[in-house]
């Protein structure tokens, strides 16, 4: 059984370091403009996660600044532009605090990847992924009230002050929501090489193995058909 059933520091440990002894690679820090071609994943706890791309193999992370996870933020419909705007402005009167907000949504980014991952193969995560999305999910809660507006209930900022840790709040907030949620048997790792992108297979047939079929799906099939001329010659 999965539970999230402990406390831990947001900071008490370094994912990172830990992801790196796996990989033994640094993400390559990279620039990049994204388009919606980006959002594929379904959720957006999973695209978030698909902001470093090539995860199996050399690691390219495509947030470079706190200014470019908010440009991701607001391309999937995370803060609208009023909230994007007051974001960018509390970054630029502060940037030793942006950077440390940046690095917070990069190490959630990271317990992220490795809980679906888990999960999409049907192995139960490790015990300090959970408990890191555990943290981020109560610092998420902390930094929010619930308020009644025309006869609903809505969860709102208990700020009306921007707060850098926004994006990865509301981050965690979506990761636990669809951790407990998605379809039985729809999480998935994209097949590709040089991917590692998840996603929640919609499809009717329920059979979908890559993010896209026009790269990962494309270049798999070209490799089969090279692999065939190889075999009859
Ligand atoms: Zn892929």
Known sequence: MIALNATAGVSGFTLLERKNAMTDTMPRIEAHEFTIADFIGGHP????????????????????????????AVMGGLVDTNRAAALRKAAANDRQQAEKALARAKDLRLALHSLFSALAENREPENDILLKVEAFWRRALASHTITCIDGRLVVVSASRAADLDEISDRLARHAVDLAGTFPAGRLRQCAGDRCGWLFVDHSKAGRRRWCDMATCGNNAKARRHQARQRSAS
């Not at 706890?45 to 991701?72: H, K």
């Open 45 to 72: 706890a999973l695209d978030f996660a698909n902001t470093i791309t090539s995860w199996d193999q050399a690691p390219r992370d495509w947030i470079d600044t706190y200014s470019r996870l908010v440009d991701w």
